[in-house]
């Protein structure tokens, strides 16, 4: 009764013309030395709280921006430009994923040579944003606690196209009786030798080394850019 | 660069397949006096652990069953099954939300005239539920304390789409200062006059409330279907 077949083959030509723009940012963010750290996280597990605090903290030391995608709402813009990092919402309408093509359209105007590290927040879900390449350097999944230890085996494609995880509202861990092995356990178990950061951004436990981290890759970058 | 109009217009095709067979279904579930109620909420935001405790609690007093979609694990389809109540997993691999024909498919064979309530779990996700009929007579949308107050106002295609709305969780509301009012408000922003239920699966506080709505949703369908 569903014509999957031909759904199919038009997602795969969308896709494509993603990949084609995606190549591009790539090479701009290149270009310009640029960290791109994109997050994805189902709503409400914590992103915004998350990319409010991490702007606030990595601007003594980083030129940091962020894009913010949304399907309705400007809130989250608001929200985080109190931090004084420049942001930009992207609103999506109804699709449920940010494209390249969103992206691009969004830094129009930026001059990427001004910035150490671009974060790019994904509308919230842990399906649609899988596929779409946006040309970061770097996709973070984000879990919190309250979700249960068991989402990576039920969402396996976003952990598998991510390259850290992080946990979120850890404050809340004893409350839920999170149980941080099994959590693990199954990260590693979809997406062997992830690097996994517990951390709260309300308390700020745990911030820090993922704040080192960053500032390792920021370095990286550098020493690539330059050679 | 993205074929928008072609993408949108097999999207349109799709969903109109799915009305053809979410109508049929919607007769059936009729003719056999059984209550449809389907579930939509974010990954994590307690769907499974409510309808675990509604089966085990509802069976004493009606004949209750559960079709539960995931895109990969039938781990939800062994934990509700514990309830003794029948239930049946849809793997959706990688589709983002349940159909129609996925729904007519778990039932053959299924004696619905044996039913009172059919509850369906949908693939947890707030976007892409929310245009697909699957012939319920009520569609509830769950959202936990811990997922903030602004929910409602970023996803309102899910809460238009949607009968009632549950909030989950309420034991952790003092742990993550959740603000009802403010949430009911953006409830009502974007669904005027939509009921909304507050309960915890794990305390079991606010529960029976639910329980009688249901009972009497049962009870109105046995009338219309005696009529």
Known sequence: MIPEPRLVEVRKNVLKANDVVARSLREKFRAAGVLVVSLVSSPGSGKTAFLEKTLAQLRSRFQVAALVGDLATENDAIRLARSGARVQQIVTGTVCHLEAAMVERALEGWNLDDLDILF???????????????????????????????????????????????????????????????????????????????LSSKTGAGMEGYFEFLSARVSELRGTTAA
Chains 1, 2 share one sequence.
């Open 120 to 198: 790019i927040e994904n509308v919230g879900n842990l399906v649609c944003p899988s596929s779409y390449d946006l040309g970061e350097n770097l996709r973070i999944v984000l879990i919190s606690v309250t979700e249960g230890e068991d989402k990576p085996l039920k969402y396996p494609t976003i952990f598998n196209s991510a390259d850290v995880a992080i946990i979120t509202k850890m404050d809340l861990a004893a409350a839920v009786e999170f149980d941080y092995p099994t959590a693990y356990g199954n990260i590693q178990a979809v997406r062997p030798n992830m690097q996994v950061f517990q």
